[in-house]
């Protein structure tokens, strides 16, 4: 018997606590509104003085005092401690309803009469309205007995006769009470359907923009397909969004990011046919399950099974007349019905994703063609210096392994990726320039007198006219051109001195020497390691930058530790 009461009371307190419960935040705005309307009640203490003067101005003072100082409460928990305040708002509404019995008793008490209820009822409806059908009929059930014990008291002071008249003037405030406040309530509900509508195409429209904002702001085809899964399940808060793209060649829409979907079960994702697209989503723009384990024989159905999937939401994404791939949402665990506003977002969302994944998707076809286009210059360097090795013996070998060297040594002083491209090909064509110079004197097996030290001292300044008219090779020219630049402004062909010399210059002066007196050529044996790291180390200063020869040196050291 106790538990059987004990759960009556529970769910009593469930019905008041629904009738009064305010869940959204911007409900609180409502409550700070409904204060304007409680200040209606100080038309009771104001007649109280009209008509009686001082002699009623102590009770007057109470029942003002008592209004004004509830209502600044109110206020500051509305300001400062929100959540606090809607949890009292059933105290709020008993505090008013307080507030008027204690009113309308001293306004009948005094004046004899009860035609001052009707100064309340607008009151009492403004303090319970917002709260919808069930919190007017509660505030209307209750005002009506307290009007009725009010009846009763006044009855027993001789103020009024309890008979039927009474009774029937209770009733009939009730009726207005009903009556006005349904026509309130409906205007209020009407009010909170616009604006809740426009609320949701503001927030759908900064959706929109910032996921517009994140996935333009990528350039990587992957990278966009992630960030439109993220900022897809973010503006629509759901657990689940899939983006696959459309392959014309296999005829069929493959999975290609997703967010929420395990790792393990996208990997076993089977394709979704074109025929089998066309029949399941050409008939509409926006398809709609509304309880995909309801259905049957549908692709990947034992997937969405074991993850309970319930609500899905497909659009296609063209790119013109062009499929490109489609957007799924998904809910999972609970069935959702997505309004109109929401599905116009997912439309909105994939039209963004196909724009972007077109842009992303010819970024990716240029950048495969730059990627072959440059393996394409690559190789005909290389066939150059290949050319150039088969008429110069002496430097058989020599070019690959100093471009490589290069490379190291620059890498290790932290010169950027991007420049190390630019230096390798530099390193490939230092001795490009020796292409115009005669055989007779290129190869000869003796000394050079000066006048072929003359034209030989000539090939950078030829690598350099040879090159410059080429727009991709422009900036390989420092290497060709520069060096055999020497860092006290001894060298050639400019006479450049200290960092006047271009860096990818001084970096490979070093390497170059490094490698020519480690190599066997045809006039002197290859010197002892030890003797040429000691010759690059006397040059420090004079031959080569000092910076450049510490950090090639100690590149070598490195080199030698790990062996």
Sequence with gaps: MISTSTRIVDVAKGIVASMFSLDLPRRLEFERRRLWFRLSLLVGPALLLASYGQAVAGIATLITAGILGSSAVIWLLCQHFPELSLRMQLGFRLLDIGLIYLILFNLHHFFGNTDYSFIYILSIIAATSTHGHKGMVLTATVSTLIVLLERVQLAQLGVVTLNVAELTDVAFHAVVFFVVGSYLDLLIAQRNVAENKVRKQSDYLRALVRTAGQINAKVELQDVLNAVCEETAHSLDVPMVTVSLYNPHREELRLAAYYGLPSDFAAKMQPMPKRVYDAYARATPVVVVPDVQALEELPNESIYRQLDVRTTVGTSMYRGETLVGRLNIATVGDVRDFDPEELDLVKGLAGQAALAIARASLFDALKVSNAELSEAYDTTLEGWVTALEFRDHETEGHTQRVAKMAVRSARAMG?????????????????????????????KPGPLTDEEWDVMRQHPVYARDWLEPIAYLKDTLDIPHHHHEKWDGTGYPAGLKGEDIPLAARIFAVVAVWDALSSDRPYRKAWPQDKVLEHIHQQAGTHFDPAVVAAFLDLLKQDQAAA
């Design 415 to 443: 010169v950027d990726e991007g420049a190390l491209i630019q230096l390798r090909r530099g390193a490939l064509l230092h001795d490009i320039g020796k292409m115009a110079v005669p055989d007779a004197i290129l190869n």
